[in-house]
């Protein structure tokens, strides 16, 4: 049975940093690109970056480039988001998805499996 669990969220000051990590299992983790999605209240899902299977490419939304860097190690089929230069505006709850290689990273109907999610909460 698949299974992703995020771990890392909390309050942290604005201008402040967080290790975001997310452990797979129940599924071959090199056959899926992953990626991180965050929904805000009263807000839409949204596509914050997703890393191809082998890490060589790494894809990100406007708003946190620069900011948000995220990787994965194969070897303990976990993948991390690092957030730096936190702002107000990253409060929400963040997911971490896998999706088939060849999929659309962008578009949360190509991830197949979920996690339920850890709560990021910047203060100003």
């Known amino acids: 049975q698949a299974r992703l669990v995020e771990s890392g969220g909390g309050l942290v000051q604005a201008g402040g940093s967080l290790r975001l990590s997310c452990a797979a299992s129940?599924?071959?983790?090199?056959?899926?690109?992953m990626g991180w999605f965050r929904q805000a209240p009263g807000e839409e899902r949204e596509f914050v970056a997703a890393v191809i299977w082998d890490g060589s490419n790494k894809l990100y939304a406007d708003s946190v480039k620069g900011r948000l860097t995220i990787s994965r190690d194969n070897g303990k089929n976990t993948v991390y988001l690092l957030m730096s230069s936190l702002k107000p505006e990253d409060t929400a709850v963040y997911y971490c998805?896998?999706?088939?290689?060849?999929?659309?990273?962008?578009?949360?109907?190509?991830?197949?499996?979920w996690g339920q999610g850890t709560q990021v909460t910047v203060s100003s």
């Open positions: 998805a896998a999706a088939p290689i060849g999929n659309d990273y962008y578009i949360a109907e190509s991830y197949h499996y």
């Open positions: 129940g599924f071959n983790f090199i056959n899926y690109g």
